[in-house]
């Protein structure tokens, strides 16, 4: 193990924005996922990869306590965001304004406008001024690489989007709360390829604001988008580190089966 992925996979280093210690997840008596411990730096993209039903979007739901809806599902071990426990004496809203998430297909609030959308979670807070939320909306919208293209009809209906403007519109939702991590299931999987490109060209700009796990199936996706990727097989996690090393030379010979498309 280099230097590096011992500094990714190993001991919290304090750096890290997100620590996962020893984390199994049950749905009733089954394990989905088993004794998975990382160290998330600020500001990188973490892809999660592994065939179907493998836990990865499992994984994913624990870190912003979704499991929470969930009543058969059941978290054991510690997931410390900035240093406080997410499972402790915390308040799961407050959490999950600090954990974003955007998902496979699109979900804009259908009956309210680009705007609306985009500053819902501030209103939610409180918000009323009408210039923080604009100016908010405006960032996000640029962050999410959406503004120039809704600029000109922030008051129409977010469903008159494309897919793809749709997507981005959740992302710029996600980022109006200033999340601290952005969690995406497979936020390209319901796009056309052009589409996917453009949020894929974004993920380098938005690591500048927020840290990002994306679960994803392809892996040409996690190779180009991710600083570390993390390989999942059967609810272990069996592999962590730079996402060069683990494509060009894994440590674990199921890790390298499943990169070079012998199963999965
Ligand atoms: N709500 C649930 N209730 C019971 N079991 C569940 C639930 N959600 C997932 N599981 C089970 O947990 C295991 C992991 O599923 P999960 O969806 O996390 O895998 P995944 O790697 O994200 O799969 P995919 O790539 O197909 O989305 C599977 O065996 C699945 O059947």
Redesign the pocket.
């Known amino acids: 193990m280099t230097m590096n992925q011992e500094r990714i996979q190993g001991a919290p280093t304090g750096a890290s924005v997100l620590s996962v210690q020893d984390v199994s997840i049950y ?1 009733g008596s ?1 394990r ?1 996922v088993k004794n998975v411990s990382m160290e998330v730096l600020p500001n990188s993209v973490n892809a999660l990869i ?1 065939p ?7 994984f994913l739901r624990a870190i912003n306590r979704m499991h929470d809806l ?1 009543p ?2 059941r978290v054991e071990g510690r997931i410390l965001l900035d240093g406080e426990d997410i499972y402790g004496d915390v308040d799961p809203v407050a959490i999950r304004r600090r954990v974003g998430m955007v998902f496979q297909k699109p979900n804009p609030f259908p009956t309210m406008s680009v705007l609306d959308n985009v500053v819902s979670g501030l209103k939610l807070a409180g918000i009323r001024d009408r210039r923080i939320l604009l100016e908010t909306a405006e960032r996000s919208l640029r962050q999410a690489a959406l503004w120039d293209e809704v600029k000109d009809r922030l008051n129409s209906p977010a469903t008159g989007l494309s897919g793809g403007q749709q997507q981005r519109l959740c992302i710029a939702r996600a980022l109006a709360v200033e999340p601290e991590i952005l969690l995406m299931d497979e936020p390209t999987s319901a796009l056309d390829p052009q589409s996917t490109a453009r949020i894929e060209d974004l993920m380098g700009d938005l690591k500048k604001v927020t840290t990002i796990m994306i ?1 994803t ?1 392809n892996m040409q996706q996690a190779a180009r988008v991710s600083d570390t990727t993390s390989f ?1 097989l059967n609810g272990d996690m069996v592999e962590r580190g730079p996402t060069d090393a683990v494509f060009t030379s894994p440590s674990d010979e199921r890790t390298e089966a499943y990169v070079t498309g012998r199963f999965g």
């Open positions: 749905y089954n989905a592994g179907s039903g493998c836990g990865k979007t499992t969930t058969s599902a679960v199936h999942f």
